[in-house]
C-alpha cells in the first residue's frame, strides 16, 4: 500500500463544491471548481457514469478554468425519468445546466457517450462551443456487437449489483489494473444499487439498439460541421469501433488533432492522466 490510489486523494487538495441543480424538474448533481471568473470548461462522462470520472482532471483545469462536471440525465446520482435517453435529451439537458449557471460559451471534454454528447452540442449550437477534446468518441457508427457487449455488461451488473460484477465492467474501461480503484467500484456500486437505476436501465441503454442508435448518429457531414478546434484522444488499447470512429472523426472535423496515447483503453484521461492533462492544458490555452 505503499502507492495507494484513491479519488478522494486526487480531490484532496481541491477547492470545489458538489451542488443540485433543479434542471427542467430533473434533479442534477454537479460539481463546480476553478475562479468563477475563468473560462468554463463543461466536463461529460460516458454511460451510466458520473462527475468523479474526472477526479484526476479538474485540479489540473480549475487553476484557469471553471469545470463544471456534470451527472448528466438518467446516469449517476442524477435523477432518472421515465423516458428513452436519446442524444437530443441529453444535449437539451446540458443547455440547460449551462443556462441555470450562466455560462454563454465553453470548453467541452468528453467520453465516450459524453463526446457523443459534445460532438452534438458543438455541430448544432457552434455558438456555445469555444474548443472541443473527445475521448474514446461514440456517435458515427453503430455495431451490433459492441452494443450487445454494452447492454449485457450494464444489464448484469444493475440487477446483481454485486463487486465482481462491476469490476469486471472496468476490465473494459481501463486497462492498468492498478487504475481500476476501489472507489471506482464502490461509486458504481452505490449507482447501480439504486432502485432509479434498475427501473430505467432500459432507458439508459436505449442507444444500444440498433435503430435507435442509427437515428442519433452524426452524419459524416454533419461531423464535417463542426468547426470548433477539436482535438481527438487516440486510445491504443480501447476496443476496435472507438478507434475507428476516433481516427475518422478526426479526419472528418475541419480543425481536429489527434493527440495519441497508446497505452490506455476506454478512459484515456483517467488512466493516464500525466499524460492527458498537459496535453488538454496546452490544446485548451492555444
Known amino acids: 500500500m505503499s502507492d495507494y490510489q484513491s ?14 441543480l433543479d434542471i427542467d424538474g430533473v434533479r442534477t448533481r454537479v460539481a463546480i471548481a476553478g ?10 462522462h460516458g454511460t451510466g457514469g458520473h462527475w ?25 446520482f442524477t435523477d432518472k425519468p421515465d423516458y428513452d435517453y436519446e442524444i437530443q435529451v441529453y444535449v437539451r439537458h446540458i443547455l440547460g445546466v449551462m443556462k ?67 469490476k469486471a465492467m472496468f476490465n473494459h474501461l481501463i ?24 427501473a430505467t436501465i432500459d432507458h439508459l441503454l436505449a442507444l444500444q439498439n440498433y435503430e435507435t442508435r442509427e437515428r442519433n448518429l452524426l452524419s ?22 472507438y478507434q475507428s470512429t476516433a481516427r475518422q472523426v478526426a479526419n472528418l472535423i475541419p480543425n481536429s488533432t489527434v493527440f495519441e496515447m497508446p497505452e490506455v483503453r476506454h478512459w484515456p484521461h483517467f488512466e493516464d492522466p500525466e499524460a492527458f492533462n498537459p496535453a488538454a492544458v496546452a490544446f485548451l490555452a492555444e
Not at 36 to 44: A, F, S, T, W, Y
Not at 64 to 74: H, K, L, N, T
Request: aromatic share 6%; glycine share 6%.
Open 52 to 76: 468523479e470520472t474526472f477526479a484526476p482532471t479538474i485540479p489540473a483545469l480549475s487553476d484557469q478554468y471553471r469545470c463544471i462536471a456534470v451527472d448528466m440525465i438518467g446516469n449517476g
Open 100 to 166: 441555470e449557471l450562466h455560462v454563454e460559451r465553453a470548453h467541452f471534454i468528453g467520453m465516450s457517450l459524453g463526446a457523443w454528447v459534445s460532438a452534438k452540442i458543438a455541430q448544432q449550437h457552434p455558438e456555445l462551443v469555444d474548443k472541443v477534446i473527445l475521448m474514446s468518441p461514440a456517435g458515427l457508427i453503430a455495431t451490433q456487437e459492441n452494443m450487445a457487449r454494452i447492454r449485457a455488461e450494464r444489464t448484469k451488473a444493475v440487477q446483481d449489483p454485486n463487486w465482481d460484477s462491476i
Open 7 to 20: 479519488i478522494w486523494l486526487m480531490l484532496a487538495e481541491l477547492d470545489f463544491e458538489q451542488r443540485w
Open 220 to 241: 459524416e457531414d454533419q461531423w464535417r460541421e463542426i468547426q470548433a478546434p477539436t482535438m481527438v484522444v487516440a486510445s491504443g488499447k480501447d476496443h476496435g469501433e
Open 35 to 44: 475562479p468563477e471568473d475563468g473560462q468554463p470548461v463543461i466536463l461529460l
Open 175 to 198: 486497462a492498468d489494473e492498478e487504475r481500476r480503484l476501489p472507489d471506482l467500484i464502490g461509486l458504481r456500486q452505490a449507482i447501480y444499487r439504486r432502485p432509479d437505476t434498475l
